[in-house]
Antibody, heavy 119, light 106 residues
Framework: EVQLVESGGGLVQPGGSLRLSCAASAFTFTNYWMHWVRQVPGMGLEWVSR????????IYADSVKGRFTISRDNARNTLYLQMNSLRAEDTAVYYC????????????WGQGTLVSVSS | DIQMTQSPSTLSASVGDRVTITCRAS??????VAWYQQRPGKAPNLLIY???SLQSGVPSRFSGSGSGTEFTLTISSLQPDDFATYYC????????FGQGTKVEIK
């Protein structure tokens, strides 16, 4: 069974940093582009970032550009999101999401990890 | 950036009702639209892709239509499991989601 398991969420002060991880299993990780999507509890979905299958291409939403970095370790089947200079408005559940290459939708989501930014 | 405007934001319906949700794109996006269902406390689940293609395992009471800028998700006969929140998504350029439609029990 396909699994995407996020970890690394928690409470952090404004201006702080966190690194999220997403462990993938039961599928060929290198066949997929990977995304992070976030959701403020009770609100809608916001796409955050995408990385291509070999890690050579990354893109970011304007709201996180320059503060967040997406990366992947294909040997470990793991996706990462390094989040720096965190703000209160970054508080959300962060989902690790897979999609086939190119313009394709999300076909599998992790269960999400909650990031809370508060003093 | 491509904006997706979804309506209504809330919909009250009964079991057996036919339900339609609409999504409008701020520019033409061909058929690069997907629809997701999200139950409380769970991750979204893909229902429809390419505007009208049913994802494997999704019941046939779900259907999608549209192209260009106007898209609809229809549930032909609402079932108890279908009370949830639904999101449209464009994947023509990066990803953008609609604001969501909560389907409630009337």
């Amino acid at each position: 069974e396909v699994q995407l398991v996020e970890s690394g969420g928690g409470l952090v002060q404004p201006g702080g940093s966190l690194r999220l991880s997403c462990a993938a299993s039961a599928f060929t990780f290198t066949n997929y582009w990977m995304h992070w999507v976030r959701q403020v509890p009770g609100m809608g979905l916001e796409w955050v970032s995408r990385i291509n299958n070999d890690g050579s291409s990354t893109i970011y939403a304007d709201s996180v550009k320059g503060r967040f970095t997406i990366s992947r370790d294909n040997a470990r089947n793991t996706l990462y999101l390094q989040m720096n200079s965190l703000r209160a408005e970054d508080t959300a559940v962060y989902y690790c999401v897979r999609a086939l290459r190119g313009p394709t939708p999300a076909d599998y989501w992790g269960q999400g990890t909650l990031v809370s930014v508060s003093s | 950036d491509i904006q997706m405007t979804q309506s209504p934001s809330t919909l009250s319906a009964s079991v057996g009702d036919r339900v339609t949700i609409t999504c409008r794109a701020s520019q033409s996006i061909g058929s690069w639209v997907a629809w997701y269902q999200q139950r409380p406390g769970k991750a979204p689940n893909l229902l429809i892709y390419a505007a009208s293609s049913l994802q494997s395992g999704v019941p046939s009471r779900f259907s999608g239509s549209g192209s260009g800028t106007e898209f609809t998700l229809t549930i032909s006969s609402l079932q108890p499991d279908d009370f949830a929140t639904y999101y449209c998504q464009q994947y023509n350029t990066y990803w953008t989601f609609g604001q969501g439609t909560k389907v409630e029990i009337k």
